[in-house]
């Protein structure tokens, strides 16, 4: 490939990013517009359900590895431990609401917020804890190239019922095709994805490289 074609394919992935910015401020402002009614009925619902804060409130890495405070609507009980990395269906410290809320991954939507922010993206690899980044290899770096998403490929390929070890390679797999058309392609695959119930939980985790107990809740 010459110089003329290579930076050909540099513009043409700048202006595929300025589009993918402007479709993640556009749709986000107008969800959040739109989900500000049922967002005040969430957050009073999850104020009477159990004691605590509404939002669930957690440092993670972005693009580059940059930090950032995700926020999410609380679902797990105050003053359980909160750093754990998987959440299986039966753990009793989940609400009786964030049942609701993680089985159709409505306690992500506030997430709308860091993609406002520039933080997050709509598509994109899940956001992970700083000690992940720690961990990771040459390899798994790569996952960090790209913003974070509210969905991803590996969302529609398994969504929590994969552990860690199992999402990276797609994350990578992701980052390495990025396009529009595969970020549209993960975007008609997220509601058949949520509607499958053996995805909102995790499975057996303990031959996970990470650990199941050593990371923060997804």
């Not at 992940?132 to 974070?148: A, T």
């Not at 797999?173 to 119930?197: E, Q």
Request: hydrophobic share 45%; proline share 6%; with cysteine.
């Amino acid at each position: 490939m010459g110089p003329a074609a290579s930076a050909g394919s540099k513009n043409d992935r700048v202006v595929s990013l300025i589009i993918k910015r402007l479709f993640d401020v556009l749709v986000s402002i107008i969800a959040l517009v739109i989900l500000t009614a049922p967002f005040l009925i969430i957050a009073i619902v999850i104020r009477l359900d159990s004691r605590g804060p509404v939002f669930f409130r957690q440092e993670r890495m972005g693009k580059d590895a940059r930090p950032f405070t995700i926020i999410k609507f609380r679902t797990i009980e105050v003053g359980v431990e909160t750093y754990r990395m998987y959440i299986e269906s039966d753990n009793p410290n989940i609400t009786t609401l964030g049942h609701f809320l993680r089985r159709w991954g409505v306690d992500e939507l506030p997430q709308l917020i860091n993609v406002v922010k520039g933080q997050m993206s709509i598509v994109g690899p899940r956001p992970i804890m700083r000690y992940h980044v720690e961990m990771f290899d040459e390899i798994e770096m790569q996952r960090l190239h790209v913003k974070p998403g509210l969905t991803g490929w590996a969302q529609v390929n398994g969504r929590n019922k994969l552990n860690w070890q199992q999402k990276i390679p797609l994350d990578i797999w992701y980052v390495r095709n990025w396009s529009l058309c595969l970020d549209a392609k993960i975007l008609i695959l997220t509601p058949m994805a949520l509607l499958r119930k053996d995805f909102a939980y995790a499975d057996d985790v303990t031959k996970d490289k990470f650990g199941p107990t050593s990371g923060g809740v997804r």
